[in-house]
């Protein structure tokens, strides 16, 4: 069991950092956008790269987030059923599903984006939309590393639904609960400062 949360606590720790390190790309996709506005509607000179790089700077932290939002719980679920289950049978109910769904679907994934991405180094790739037409493989190799993460993430999930249905310990799924509780508090936090901001405008 030691070595089940080394492995828990590792890949966790991972995508907790980065999501703490790719957050601050929000401000950088906010500037960008009040760049934009100015300089189309005030100063009637819209730019040609803001279109690119705002999808560029807005899937670098989307897509590197998916994993901590697997962490805390963050995804949709449909509870109709896993809400009415004792804390063991709902983690026997998930394990099942990370093995039958998750690993086969993002493994497939995986096993297929490696040639692609592969090829887009080796050639330089561009992409085909937009004005300024910029190197893509950058983009394409975040959203593979994302996807190795989110990945990752769904093994230590797995682990932490094996550890309970082994032992009946309901300290990963009470701990998933916390974290989602805070970060929707953080959410709704969060909206509540931008209703104010907004209101003082």
């Keep these: 069991m030691k070595a089940l949360h080394g492995v828990i606590r590792v890949i966790d720790f991972i995508n907790e950092k980065t999501i703490r390190a790719v957050q601050w790309f929000v401000l950088i996709l906010v500037l960008i956008l009040m760049y934009e506005v100015v300089m189309r509607y005030l100063l009637g000179t819209p730019t040609l790269w803001s279109f690119d790089a705002t999808y560029m700077v807005s899937s670098f932290f989307l897509a590197l987030g998916m994993a901590y939002t697997l962490q805390v719980g963050g995804h949709v679920n449909i509870d109709v059923i896993s809400e ?28 297929n984006f490696v040639p692609h991405l592969l090829r887009s180094w080796r050639i330089g790739e561009r992409a085909a939309m937009g004005s300024v037409q910029p190197i893509i493989y950058p983009f394409k190799t975040w959203i593979f590393v994302s996807c190795v993460l989110l990945f990752l993430q769904g093994i230590s999930e797995f682990l932490k639904n094996l550890y309970t249905v082994i032992t009946g310990d309901e300290y990963y799924a009470a701990k998933t609960i916390r974290q989602k509780a805070q970060a929707e508090a953080e959410q709704r936090a969060a909206e509540q400062r931008a209703q104010e901001e907004a209101a003082y405008e």
Excluded: D, Q
């Excluded at 009415?84 to 994934?109: C, D, E, H, K, Q």
């Design 84 to 111: 009415r289950l004792s804390v063991r049978n709902r983690a026997i109910l998930f394990a099942v599903l990370f093995l039958v769904l998750f690993f086969p679907l993002w493994g497939l994934l995986l096993n």
